[in-house]
Structures are given as structure tokens and as C-alpha cells.
């Protein structure tokens, strides 16, 4: 026994290289069909795309190890897989520049920077497309069929359309380069199967799960049960995901009973990110979010050893039981010590702390004081800073208004009309300010209504609506906005707000696969909370103006 | 906003780490461990659930009602500062095992900005007393949240070989930023 | 005058709170989107740091050792809030756009880690310019990032877009043709997510490494062990938890 030379080394312990090609080798021609398809579909830019990614994910590895001096490893296909799937992730239209930005991200940041093949806790090529995702929102959704703009069938049917299944199963339908045909990747799946490559075990319980977490809804809604599980069974990534992502040897568990837990938490992840989610599509971030648990997912589900078990249970109690009496214990040793010593010491602890209280008092009123003063100089700049500002907002909505007037507590009471405003849907919002507009000859043009919404993301948005009296908006500007910078700050942009100004609709909508009427407005792309906040604000004065006609 | 929304939003949607930006200091410096992290995860829950209920109390009861509403930075802060005092003497007196879990976190929680941060946002955005301890309580859950899978990932990357000018701070706000991306993509369920 | 540079020195280079110290990350992060931003928080935060330093200073024999932790955070928070009040009379865009930060300056651990750590041992001229030249550090970490940030997330720098200005040049010019098939390729347009939350973890996560690539090397040049931040040591304000953080290592 003492010779035995125990040796603790970090996953994976088995290195060879030979194997690592033949696997991969083997999941890019389980690729093949699903992508050949997607070719077939979408011809030579498809192509141009996918080598672009497979060349750039080579290359950059290549680059990286030999800048670091370290073994070019490109011959274990690992990169090629890599790329592979981060194409067939794609939009069939996806700028060259992006893919290649995407296939860096994908290698370097997620894969080698963490040491390398086997090393990484994230799918690099997932994690590079939910970084594109939110890099490019606009062009990661642009999905096109037969050249023309169209929506995915899981967007059709988040919308409340209807989908043809049959084309959903042979892949007749609009989606990323290699997700849309189930039978090709079915084909490709059961490839992998035969050649023991994956385990069944993480895809069929994810599906299932999956499947029952949908069919579950459908029921409550009402729907067709057996066709809203094969549209969301064939629709969107699941099988591409199931099949040759969520099975990823490095980023998913390595115990047995990890793997279970590991795939129902995919499973209801892509339920909930797919229903009740911003986009219609919820399988790569369901796999990358799981994919942070599954160090703890491992570290939960490790089975007993052999002799584990009772006797180091008692220890631990008692251990415990030891340290917490010791706490007590040594509290109350120095404690006792404190006595003792405090006794003659007793006269000096009381100044101390008479002292000590007298600063912190003196302390804070001297601040105080300063504060205070602080407060009543600035209160008045304060208060004009807010009311050039709020002028400014209204000389910007309403270009024309000779005059404006404001209408004081007294004459409208704001808080009634608050509770009426939420009596009708729109207790989210607030009415701060009502006037009225006229033009140079005293005649009443329209109002100006300031309104705060209380639901955006990152707090109120208080803006200023001009609307004139045949009820088209003459301008929207916002007095405080606090969203993300790019993302729903975006809502300041001309072209966003245009969407609104001259048309007389007395109620705004939005979406997020192109508006088709005048009362629909395209969403911000990456910020549906903050248009929906504006839209809501939007119709809340239009409402209120309504009433009163 | 109703009750599920609300916790929803705070732990996940605008996660206070990976969203808001704030308690970074504590995210990145504890989160070594699994145990450490779950134990800095509890001590944050504890207290922010009840710092969010004494200061929207005395913000509601003391200083909107005296006008002193712009004295809040200063009051809760120094009320989270004594507050951590008292539930560290208690802890110690009356449930020294939880003392023994969690008391060690505590004075770093002082100076977490995501506590005095949610005790002024919730003020800020108009909460009522019971919204701002649901609001509190699940945004710490949400701390607790990242801080443990931060604490996974990173045990699991110890031994990696990672390159040296990327050891330590860098892999680690690496993992912080692929931690982003994902819990970006629970932003569309509120 | 020695003191004084050397003070200076210390905070912008040598003990940088950003990029050596790691401290104050909450702001670095959050209000790095946009280089104006960057510079605005940094400015903001040098002149409560300078303020707070010469009070405590100046008090440092007045105040007693037991409160002063109290103590310290008292004056803080109260020149934070003056500072707010001032901003939000006079300079009512930042305001604006530094939003909740403001107020988060009280625990920013480099105002409360310099005072721990200097002004209350030491004289009021040095205090002032060891916040002056810590601030300035922050202000240079915050500012660089910010211009990073913004050059790759809005294709802009401290609000000039020159992206835009490239994308209206070739507009204007080149053919229908080659505009549509620039459009479709999306040439030119920015990389949105570094202005978000992701983007902030990994510019700052390159700009530390880069630090770190450049202190290896000349460490290995003098033949010495080079100082990395390993994040068991640097974080979580070391300067004023210390005992917390001591007995939460010894765990």
C-alpha cells in the first residue's frame, strides 16, 4: 500500500488525441445532412458561410496556440466542430465580418482562454451565438426563405399563426442554416447513436421533458395538443441542441445522475424561455445557462463512496457540537476576562464612551448642519434646472405652441385622475403634469400631457407627449430615461419615435416581427420591456385625451 | 407589480451582480469557494431582507413625513452599519451555528453596495414596504445565486491552464462576463 | 512639494484603485458605457474623495477610535449627498446619466479604504492630494474603459460618432449596389454588446490582463516574482474589512 504513487489531476483524464479526431471526425458527419439541406436551401452565401466559420474557428486556435507557444492541437477537429455548429447556428444571411468576430469569441474567449479542448465550462459555439445575439441583435434575427424576410415557425406560432408540420419535419422552413430539418438531424443523431459517440440518456430525457412541460400548456390553452408538441418538437434548436449540444462531453455532467438533472433543468428552461420569454427561441440560452450549474450540478450529485456514511456524520455533530461551545466558551472567558480587568478600569470606559458618543454626535450635526445648507442653496437651482428642462421637452413636442398652460391642482386634480387612468388598464403609469397649447392667435391647438411610466427597466421614464386635436402625436421627448445604454436607450433615437408621430391612432402596439399596421410599432430590438414601458406612457396620455373628447 | 413578477425580476432579470453592477467587490473577492460563497450568499439574505424593511420603514415613516427625504443616503447607511452590528451580536449570542456560518461575511457586508443600493432603489422606485422586502429578499437571492455559481465555475477552472496573464482577476471577470450572457437571455420573461 | 507628487504619483500609477487595487468596482462596471461618462463619475468621485480626506484629516485627532468607522461614513455620505445636490442644480445631465451611482459613491471602498488607510494618520495637505491623486487614478481607469467601450459598443468617442460619420461618407458616395450589399453585410455597424453588462466584465478582463502580461515580463526581465492579482488578496475592500476578510480566509 505504501508504494502506491497516488497521483491528483484536473478532468480530462484521458488524453488521446486519436480518439478526440475519430469523435469528431464522426459528429461533423453526423452534421452532414443537416447541413447539405441547409445549403440546398439556401445556396452559395450558406456555403460561403459556413467555411468562413469553420476556416476562422482552425484558424484562430492555430494562431492562439502558436502565439502561446503552445502544441498546435487543430488536428483533433475539435475547432472544425466547433465551427461547424456555430454556422449552422446562423442566419442564412449573416455578415461575413460578424461570423468571423463570433468564431474568435467562440475559440479563444470561451474554449482556449480556459485552458483548451476539455477545459471550457461553456459550448463555445453556443456561447458565441448568444454573444452575437446580443452583439447583433438585428442581424442574428433576420431570418429570410426563398429570399424574402420571413418569420420562423416558432415565431408564427408565438404570434398565434398557424405552422405546417410536415414542412417543419422535412426543414421546408425559414430558421438558422443546418436547425430546420428534424429528419436530417434525426438522421445524423441516430449516426452518433449506432457509433456510441452520445448517449441517449441527456437528449430523450431533455425532449421529454421538454414535450411534457408543452403539452401540459397546450392543454391549458386549449390548443391542439398533438399539434403544439411536434411544431415545438421539430420548430426552433431542440433537436439540433439535444442531439449534438446538450451532449457535449466537456460542458455537461460527467456523474450519471447529474446527467438526469442536468437535462430536466434543460428541458424546463427551454418550456420557460420559449413561452413565456422575449423571443420565440430559447434552446441556446437554456444550454448555456445550464451550463454554469453543472460544476454544482456535479459537485451535488456525486455518488457515496464505498464506506461512506454514518460514523463520519457523528463526527462532523460532534465537531460542530465542539466549535460552537468553544465560541460560547471563549466568549465567555473574555468576557469574565473583560470584568475583571473592567473593574478598575470602570471610570475610564464610561468617559470613552461618553466621548465616543459626543463625536459621532457632534459629527453628525456639523454634517448635518452643512447639508442643510447645502440643500436650501441648491434647492431653488435645482428646482429650475427641472423646469428649463421639462420647457425644453415641451417647446420639443409641440414646435408650434405659441403658448402653453399648465393646469394647476386646483383646477384638475391630478391624483383622481391617476385612479381613473388606472381604473382603465393603465395603473402603471402616471400623469404628472396636463397642459394646453395654443397658437398665435389664442386658438387651443392640442395638449401636452407629462407622463411617467413606472415599468421600465431600469426604473420611471417620464416623458412628454404633444398631441394635437385630431389626435396625431407631434412629438415624444424623454425627461428621464435611465435603460441600457444600446439597447433601450435606443428609445431616444428619431427613427424609433417617428413610429409614432403624425398618425391619429388612439392606441399604439408593438411587435417584434415587423408591424403591419399603423398601430403597430416595431419593438426596440433587445429592449421589449423598455418599448413596451414608452409604448404603455404613449397610450396612457392618448387615452387620457380621449376622455375628455 | 405583482409578487412573482416582482421576485422574478430582482433575482434573475436584473440580477443585482450581472445586471446592476453592484456587490462586484464581494462577487469577485468571495466567491473562491462553493462554501464560502454560500455562507456570504446567506449573510447578504439575512441582512438585506431586513435592511430593506427598516429603512423603507423609517423613509416612510420618519423622513418623507419631516420632508427630510434627502437625508436618505446617510441614514441608511448608517442604518445598515448598525444593523449589521446587531445581527452579528445576536447571531453570536442566540444561534451561534448560524453565527459560525455566516458571521464571518458580515462587516464585509457594510460596504456591499448592493445593499445600500436596493435600500435606495427601492425608494427610489416607489415601492411600498412590503414590495421593497420582497424586492430585497429576492434580490439577494439573486446575489446568493450568482455568487455560487461563480464559486462552482471557479473551482472547477483551479487547475485549468489558463494563461498567466489571465490568472486570477481576468479568467475570473472572463467567467463574470459569460455569466452575463447567459442571464441575458432570462431578460424577455418579465 | 515631494510629498505632494509623490502622493499624485502613488494614486494614478502605482497603487491605480483600478487597474492594481482593484476597488471600487460597482461604478467601473456600471458607468463605464460611454467615455463621458467614465470621466464624469471619476471627476465626481475625486472631488468628494479630495473633501472627505481633508475632513477626516482634520478631524483625525477628534475622533475617536471606536466610532470611527461611524464616523467616516457620516462625513462621506454627507459629501456625497452635497456633491448630488450640486450636480443635480448646476450639472443636471450627469446627474442624469450617472443616476444611482451617486449615492452608491459612500461605499465605493476607495474613499472609505483612503481614509481608513491615510487621511486619518496623516496631515491635511498630504490627505487632500493623496484623494486628489487616488480620484485621478480612478478618474484614468474609469475614463479608459469607458473610451474602449464606447469606440467598440457605439462606434463613437466622448459622443463624436465617427462611425457614423464613416457610414454617411460611403453612403454618400459609393453606388446603390455597393451601399445595399454594405447594408446587408452590416458593415460598419457597432458591436452592441459592449455597452451592456457582458462587454464591461470582458474589456475590463483584457485591460487587467494586458496589465498583467506587461508586469510578467518585467519581472522576468529583473529575474522577480511579478505581482498579479490573484482576487484572494486584492478585492473587498482590504483596507477597512480587513479583519472580516482575514477571518473569512482563515475559513
Known sequence: ?549 | MNVILLAISAALVNNVILSQFMGICPFLGVSKKVSTAAGMGGAVIFVMTIASAVTSAIYYYILVPLDLSYLNTIVFILVIAALVQFVEMFLKKAVPSLYQALGVYLPLITTNCAVLGIALTNVQDGLNIGESIVNGMFSAVGFALAIIIMAGIREKIEHNDVPESFKGAPIVLISAGLMAIAFMGLNGLI | MGKITERLYNGIVKENPTFVQMLGMCPTLAVTTSAINGLGMGLTTTVILAMSNLMISLLRKFIPDKVRIPAFIVIIASFVTIVQFLLQAYIPSLNASLGLFIPLIVVNCIILGRAEAYASKNPVIPSIFDGIGMGLGFTVGLTTIGIIREILGAGSVFGYSFLDKLNNLIGNNAGDKVNDILSKQGIFKPIGIFVSAPGAFLVLAFIIAFINHRNIKKAKKNGEEAKVCKLADCASCQNVMCQGKERAEEE
Open chain 1, 1 to 549: 500500500m505504501d508504494n502506491l504513487n497516488l497521483k491528483v489531476s484536473a478532468s480530462p483524464h484521458v488524453r488521446s488525441k486519436d480518439n478526440t479526431s475519430d469523435i469528431m471526425f464522426d459528429v461533423v458527419l453526423a452534421l452532414v445532412p443537416a447541413t447539405a439541406f441547409g445549403l440546398y436551401l439556401h445556396g452559395w452565401y450558406a456555403a460561403l458561410l459556413v467555411a468562413v466559420c469553420i476556416g476562422s474557428c482552425v484558424g484562430f486556435e492555430a494562431l492562439y496556440q502558436a502565439c502561446m507557444h503552445k502544441k498546435v492541437t487543430v488536428g483533433d477537429f475539435s475547432a472544425v466542430v466547433t465551427g461547424l455548429l456555430l454556422a449552422m447556428n446562423l442566419p442564412p444571411e449573416f455578415p461575413i465580418w460578424m461570423a468571423i468576430l463570433g468564431s474568435a469569441f467562440a475559440i479563444i474567449v470561451v474554449k482556449q482562454l480556459f485552458g483548451g479542448l476539455g477545459q471550457n465550462f461553456m459550448n463555445p459555439a453556443l456561447g458565441a451565438r448568444c454573444f452575437l445575439l446580443i452583439a447583433f441583435s438585428r442581424y442574428m434575427t433576420a431570418f429570410v426563405y426563398d429570399g424574402v424576410s420571413t418569420a420562423t415557425p416558432l415565431a408564427i406560432l408565438k404570434n398565434g399563426g398557424s405552422v405546417n408540420i410536415k414542412d417543419m419535419f422535412l426543414g421546408y422552413t425559414a430558421g438558422t442554416i443546418g436547425e430546420t430539418s428534424t429528419v436530417a438531424l434525426l438522421i445524423g443523431a441516430v449516426y452518433l447513436l449506432i457509433k456510441r459517440v452520445i448517449s441517449p440518456k441527456i437528449p430523450l430525457i431533455y425532449i421529454g421533458t421538454f414535450a411534457v412541460c408543452i403539452a401540459i400548456y397546450a392543454v391549458t390553452k386549449n390548443y391542439n395538443v398533438a399539434e403544439f408538441v411536434a411544431a415545438h418538437i421539430c420548430g426552433g434548436g431542440l433537436m439540433l441542441g439535444a442531439w449534438f449540444m446538450a451532449t457535449d462531453y466537456v460542458t455537461s455532467p460527467i456523474t450519471s445522475k447529474g446527467k438526469v438533472v442536468y437535462a430536466v433543468m434543460l428541458g424546463l428552461l427551454t418550456f420557460v424561455l420559449r413561452i413565456f420569454g422575449g423571443s420565440a427561441e430559447g434552446v441556446s440560452y437554456a444550454i448555456i445557462i445550464s451550463n454554469l450549474f453543472v460544476p454544482l450540478i456535479e459537485r451535488v450529485t456525486v455518488p457515496k463512496a464505498f464506506g461512506e456514511g454514518a460514523d463520519i456524520d457523528k463526527k462532523d455533530k460532534k465537531k460542530k457540537e465542539k466549535n460552537t461551545d468553544e465560541i460560547k466558551n471563549a466568549d465567555t472567558a473574555t468576557e469574565e476576562k473583560k470584568a475583571k480587568e473592567d473593574k478598575p478600569k470602570q471610570k475610564m470606559n464610561v468617559k470613552g464612551i461618553v466621548k465616543a458618543i459626543a463625536a459621532i454626535f457632534v459629527i453628525t450635526v456639523i454634517m448635518g448642519a452643512a447639508l442643510g445648507a447645502v440643500y436650501s442653496i441648491t434647492k431653488k437651482p435645482i428646482a429650475d434646472a427641472e423646469e428649463k428642462a421639462k420647457q425644453e421637452a415641451y417647446a420639443e413636442v409641440f414646435p408650434d405652441a405659441a403658448q402653453i398652460e399648465t393646469f394647476t391642482e386646483d383646477e384638475i386634480n391630478l391624483s383622481d385622475v391617476n385612479k381613473v387612468m388606472a381604473s382603465r388598464g393603465y395603473g402603471d403609469n402616471t400623469i404628472d403634469e396636463i397642459s394646453v397649447v395654443a397658437d398665435a392667435d389664442g386658438m387651443f391647438t392640442g395638449f401636452i400631457i407629462l407622463v411617467t411610466n413606472h415599468s421600465g427597466y431600469g426604473g420611471d421614464i417620464q416623458l412628454a407627449v404633444g398631441v394635437s386635436l385630431d389626435y396625431s402625436i407631434k412629438g415624444i421627448a424623454f425627461l428621464t430615461i435611465n435603460e441600457t445604454a444600446g439597447l433601450g436607450m435606443e428609445a431616444q433615437n428619431k427613427e424609433f419615435l417617428d413610429q409614432f408621430i403624425g398618425k391619429q391612432v388612439l392606441q399604439y402596439s408593438y411587435t417584434k416581427t415587423g408591424s403591419t399596421s399603423d398601430s403597430e410599432i416595431d419593438a426596440l430590438s433587445g429592449a421589449t420591456i423598455t418599448t413596451s414601458a414608452v409604448v404603455d406612457a404613449v397610450n396612457t396620455a392618448l387615452n387620457f385625451i380621449g376622455g375628455i373628447q
